[in-house]
């Protein structure tokens, strides 16, 4: 029998006219103020319109189904649920329950595990098969799974060798609320070890040449986890001998607006503003060994 594979993602608006309503699903039901929806739409026209991560989760898709085929042909069929646009993870496991469906593995496409992140996807997934009668399984985390890391450690040195001397390294994952680590959460500790990894592979000096912070904080009243982006920039600045900065997001796997404006745009504009030489690393996106890597863990579990 064909197992699912249920491939998660946050999603994006396919069109400007949802903008609106995937900004008040974002916020749990509360409409956003005017204000705050026009410098969404002000950041996605920034960088063309839209976000290509609609595109980039699809792409990602078809190379996992690919990857699944070529170890266990017909075994496998990957589909798409998203958090906050359709199909939503509910409505995917719904129509794998009216496909016959019996068994699902749940993967979400962000390797670093958090209760208020991948842990949420996996919550709602699980829950809706249940009650569809799926056997739910499920890869909870991919942080040190090693074409992961030697992507990343490959995309550093690559764009290390385009930066003058004395430029640091600062791996990036979106930011939480501090009270979420405050609980025991594992996310800030699981970032730490993938940066750990890709700094050995690609050789950093282990003081003063890379570090670890986060980006694209909610605009909320709560403290949330740092330092910022922003933060380290000014910190480096003021360091005498420091040229530059090289930004691995490690947090994100595929293009979409936290890499495109929070990073190309805004971190850039922050960097050379204070004389600092500015670059972003790829990310993972449909990358053939990833996503490879990826169909291995999922038919270890299905």
Not at 29 to 41: S, T
Not at 110 to 118: K, L, M, R
Request: proline share 7%.
């Amino acid at each position: 029998m064909t197992t699912a594979v249920l491939l998660m993602a946050y999603g994006t608006p396919a069109r400007t006219e949802e903008v609106e309503p995937y900004y008040t699903d974002i916020r749990r039901g509360r409409p956003p103020p005017p204000e705050l929806l026009a410098d969404l739409v002000r950041r996605y026209d920034a960088i063309g319109g839209l976000s290509p991560l609609a595109a980039r989760t699809e792409a990602q898709r078809a190379a996992l189904q690919g990857a699944l085929e070529e170890r266990a042909p017909g075994r496998y069929e990957v589909v798409l649920g998203y958090k906050h646009v359709a199909p939503r993870i509910e409505d995917a496991v719904a129509e794998l329950a009216v496909a016959g469906t019996t068994e699902a593995v749940g993967l979400v496409l962000a390797p670093h595990w958090s209760a208020a992140s991948v842990g949420e996807y996996h919550e709602r997934a699980a829950k809706a098969a249940v009650a569809a009668g799926i056997a739910y399984s499920l890869v909870e985390r991919w942080h040190l799974e090693p074409a992961y890391l030697d992507f990343e450690a490959a995309a550093v040195a690559d764009t290390l060798a385009t930066m003058p001397a004395n430029t640091k390294v600062l791996f990036t994952a979106h930011s939480l609320p501090q009270r979420v680590a405050a609980s025991g959460d594992p996310y800030a500790d699981l970032l730490r070890e993938s940066a750990e990894a890709v700094a050995r592979r690609a050789g950093l000096a282990p003081w003063g040449g890379w570090s670890v912070g986060y980006q694209s904080a909610g605009r909320t009243p709560e403290p949330w986890l740092g330092p910022d982006v922003r933060t380290v920039i000014e910190e480096l600045a003021a360091s005498p001998g420091a040229t530059g900065l090289v930004v691995c997001p490690l947090g994100f796997v595929a293009d979409h607006l936290e890499v495109l404006y929070d990073l190309d745009i805004e971190a850039r504009r922050h960097a050379e503003e204070r004389g600092l030489a500015f670059a972003r690393t790829p990310v993972v996106n449909a990358d053939p060994a990833v996503m490879a890597a990826l169909a291995g863990l999922v038919v270890a579990r299905g």
